[in-house]
């Protein structure tokens, strides 16, 4: 009897399998462009609901006989980005649109009418195959074959517009992950441009920012000979990244409704005289609450990263200042990171603030020292922050003014004050032995700076070089090697995106963990240029991302894996 239950309970387990084989049979191309075509066009649909930040950094490119192609001017574009059916966005901007920034826009045009004018709105298309719709009736789509990036595999197709369609369609190549058939790659350019627009090739990326939820994060675009006039030719590259995708819900949304069981006595263990404060308390207690209100201002609009391990790291190298210089600065200092790509660093009262775009560029911790010891001294000499921002009424602007009504810029006299302490702490401090590396990131930075002028153009503080000078930590910069940019083994400056990367949805920064690469060349140095993205793909386990942003715009297949068989659309 015993013999014949194992007999049956077998029978069942090999029905099981047969019936879970049977519903997981491969399947057609036809099915599988349905579900492609289906998620797209719900992502276009459930991008309305956002209105992420969406940056841009382009890089206009001549010859160099050593060095190959190198940077000889830049433009920039930070703007908030919407979908509705088209792709607009919302500009950010320090600038004062009246009548004198109107004149000398006009003059330029007329001085050199035949300039190439970029727009940040063109980039950020990049981001969709086609915002009007994808469909088979506009486009022909060929199965090429399968392939992972990271850890998601992939079907790739080539995809081409139809005669007769219309302008700016896609033609190019598709990445599709092969659970939910969501496109999360695109490469390839838009064809039948109206006059006088050009379109470039781009290479957009999509992350997985929960399940079922792949956003637009990363496009990078790159012409090496355009021709745009009857002699003209563009050569550029370009890098646009869009964050900021949970800004409507940057806080927790249960905080009204989480049960808090408080203690059944009150506990106090401070004596009754504790509970007052100095007047240097109550200054000092003044001061924090205008840096905390600027910061949380910065956060919720997306310009500055929350709390996390990367300014833990910048706050391990300020305490190595300290200690070594016996200092004792209270309320203590603070790090964070500002989420833009233009080199500049300054202080918000006890916190010092470093964007990413210079964090990427420094090539060691004793450079990234030098930058944190120049902030160090503004703090240690009480260069403070104005209080007016204290009152909670003067943060009510929009987040498109972030930068026109802040400014934390410092005058001369501070500066080269703060230089001149940033040298005594450097002098003391473990990086003592070093502070040549730092002043050869500033040479490289001044051989540069007159060609990236957007790059060096700070938004919120002081620049940190201008024209083809340093404009601090000047005795640094006179002290290191000659800079020999020809020189393979002279790391003097790091490109854009070699040190951090950006959650799209959480704002989050964190260290790359790629493998440190030497170059074999001068052209594979490129310090301060823009290079091309190649993310590393993962699934985000369930549960990570809240219920209600779920794309559950297409049923899933019971099938686990899709295979294509051979056969026409």
Known sequence: MRRFKIAVVLMLLAATSLAQVAAEKPLKLDQVLDRVI?????????LHDYTPLAETYIQELRTDPELGLVPQTDHYFLSKAGFNGWV???????????????LDKFKG??????????????????????PSGFDLRNYQVEFVRREFLGDVRCLIFDVTPKQGTGRGRFQGRIWVEDQDYHIVRLSGVRINEPWFQYYFHFDSWRVNMGPGLWLPAYIYSEESDRQYSLVRHARLKAQTRLWGYDLKNPNRQDELTTVIVDAPTAVNDRSETSQDRSPIQAYRAWQRQSEDNVLEKLE??????????VEKVLETVVTNLEVTNNLDIQPEVRCRVLLTAPLESFTIGHTIVLSRGLLDTLPDEASLAMVLAHELGHVKLGHQLDTQWAFNDRMIFSDEDAFRRLTFRRDPAEEEAA???ALELLKNSPYKDKLSEGGLFLRALAARSKDLPNLVSAH????????DQVLRMQELANS???????????IAAL??????KVDPWSDRVELLKAKPMAPTSAREKMPFEVTPFLPYLTRKPVGSAPASTQTAAVPKSDATKAELVEGKQ
């Open 495 to 500: 490109p854009l995106g070699a040190r951090l």
């Open 480 to 490: 290191a090697p000659e800079l020999k940019m020809s020189q393979v083994d002279q």
């Open 419 to 421: 230089d001149k302490t």
């Open 460 to 467: 919120l503080g002081n620049r940190i070089a201008m024209g």
């Open 88 to 102: 607009y966005e919302r500009p950010f901007d320090n600038k004062k649109k009246g009548v004198v920034h109107r």
């Open 38 to 46: 289906a998620q797209e066009n719900a992502l276009v649909d459930s």
């Open 109 to 130: 045009i007329l001085s050199n009418p035949f300039t190439m004018k970029y727009k940040g709105v063109g980039f950020l298309q990049g981001a969709l195959l086609d």
């Open 300 to 309: 919720r609009a997306g310009l500055l990263a929350p709390h996390g391990d």
